[in-house]
T-cell receptor, first 114, second 112 residues
Framework: EAEVAQSPRYKITEKSQAVAFWCDPI?????LYWYRQILGQGPELLVQ????????DSQLPKDRFSAERLKGVDSTLKIQPAELGDSAMYLC????????????FGQGTRLTVV | QKEVEQNSGPLSVPEGAIASLNCTYS??????FFWYRQYSGKSPELIMS????GDKEDGRFTAQLNKASQYVSLLIRDSQPSDSATYLC????????????FGKGTKLSVIP
């Protein structure tokens, strides 16, 4: 069964260090989303790609976060430097297109910043 | 900023009862609506999508959409303890945005 792949599953990092997450969407899915979910809250959109282009990054803290999807397939989300408040679940999702299509999530990366 | 509102709960129902989960959205131009189920420590799992006014049924789940009232609901019939989870409502489209925006979720507990 097709699924969104994410790695690593868990990451512990010290504050001020750099950390990166990887996502491989379902084959053929042009739209890719990165979300952050703090315990007890709903997922918050960080960045959305259509192929290799950024469609929405209005809520991405650009002073420390960056995201890329160079070939329009897999994607990397980076945090540098990490802060204690970045501890959260980072979720990647993909969908076939931008409108009226269902989005499917990967298993997520649980980040703990110490 | 598009918003999706849900009652955080917890909502407790006895096993076998109907659970009713509700959601409102702020962007009248939103076109697509989704319900996800999320077990503790896991990622969200899509259970229903709905795009037009009315009801959509899939097994024990029924999604209802009323665009005039900007209201979406999810009914779970014959609730089972395995349905205990947080249910997330999401909306996309509208106002020139393709964002898929989530509510904070409603925690459902089904009591055996």
């Amino acid at each position: 069964e097709a699924e969104v792949a994410q790695s690593p599953r868990y990451k512990i990092t010290e504050k001020s260090q750099a950390v990166a997450f990887w996502c491989d969407p379902i084959s053929g899915h042009a739209t890719l989303y990165w979300y952050r979910q703090i315990l007890g809250q709903g997922p918050e959109l960080l960045v959305q790609f259509q192929d290799e282009s950024v469609v929405d990054d209005s809520q991405l803290p650009k002073d420390r976060f960056s995201a890329e999807r160079l070939k329009g397939v897999d994607s990397t989300l980076k945090i540098q430097p990490a802060e204690l408040g970045d501890s959260a679940m980072y979720l990647c999702a993909s969908s076939f297109g931008l409108m009226n299509t269902e989005a499917f999530f990967g298993q997520g990366t649980r980040l703990t910043v110490v | 900023q598009k918003e999706v509102e849900q009652n955080s709960g917890p909502l407790s129902v006895p096993e076998g009862a109907i659970a009713s989960l509700n959601c409102t959205y702020s962007d009248r131009g939103s076109q697509s609506f989704f319900w996800y189920r999320q077990y503790s420590g896991k990622s969200p799992e899509l259970i229903m999508s709905i795009y037009s006014n009315g009801d959509k049924e899939d097994g024990r789940f029924t999604a209802q959409l009323n665009k005039a009232s900007q209201y979406v609901s999810l009914l779970i019939r014959d609730s089972q303890p395995s349905d205990s989870a947080t249910y997330l409502c999401a909306a996309s489209g509208g106002a020139g945005s393709y964002q898929l925006t989530f509510g904070k979720g409603t925690k459902l507990s089904v009591i055996p």
